[in-house]
C-alpha cells in the first residue's frame, strides 16, 4: 500500500506542475489580456490529478495531506480561469484563436457571454469578473470580428433573453 501512495504522490505533483505550467503557456499565447474570469471547463487532466490526489488524501495522514489540498485548489483555481486576449482566448486547458469562433451571445444585465466555435456542438461559457462590464465586453469581441447572436426578437419586454 505504501508503494501504491507514493507512485499516486509522484503522478499527482508531476501532473499538476504539467497542467500549471501549460496554463501558463497558454496564458501567454492570448497576448495583451483584455479580460479574464472563471470558466467551467474541467478537462480530462484535470480530472485525473484530483483522482489522484483524492487516493493520496484518503489512503494517508499528516500534513501533507492538506498541503497536497493547497495544491488541488491551486491547479483547479488556474486551469478553469479564461483569458480574453489581443490574439484569441485561453479557456481552461485550450487555446482558441478568434478566427475558430464562429459567434457569441452575451446575457442582459450580466456579463455572462457563450461563445459558438466552428465545427463544435459545445460552446464555451464565460463568466467575467465583475469589474468587467458587458458594454465594454462586447466591443472587444465585435472587435475581433465575432459576431453577435443576439437578435432583438430574442429579448423581452423585461429585457431578459428567452
Not at 10 to 23: D, E, F, N, Q, R
Not at 123 to 143: A, E, G, N, W
Request: charged content about 15%; glycine content about 10%.
Amino acid at each position: 500500500m505504501l508503494s501504491f501512495q507514493i507512485i499516486s504522490l509522484i503522478v499527482y505533483l508531476g501532473l499538476s506542475a504539467v497542467i500549471l505550467c501549460h496554463s501558463m503557456w497558454l496564458r501567454g499565447r492570448v497576448g495583451q489580456i483584455r479580460f479574464d474570469g472563471q470558466g467551467k471547463q474541467q478537462s480530462f487532466l484535470t480530472l485525473v490529478v484530483f483522482i489522484l490526489g483524492g487516493i493520496y488524501l484518503i489512503s494517508s495522514t499528516g500534513m501533507l495531506r492538506y498541503g497536497l489540498f493547497i495544491i488541488a485548489f491551486i491547479v483547479h483555481y488556474f486551469v478553469t480561469r479564461f483569458y480574453v486576449g489581443t490574439k484569441g482566448i485561453k479557456y481552461g486547458t485550450r487555446f482558441y484563436s478568434f478566427d475558430q469562433i464562429r459567434s457569441y451571445r452575451g446575457y442582459d444585465d450580466t456579463n455572462e457571454i457563450s461563445l459558438y466555435l466552428y465545427g463544435k456542438t459545445n460552446d464555451i461559457y464565460l463568466r467575467p469578473r465583475m469589474s468587467y462590464h458587458s458594454s465594454t465586453i462586447r466591443p472587444i469581441l465585435d472587435q475581433a470580428g465575432i459576431e453577435s447572436t443576439n437578435d432583438p426578437e430574442d429579448i423581452t419586454e423585461h429585457g431578459a433573453v428567452n
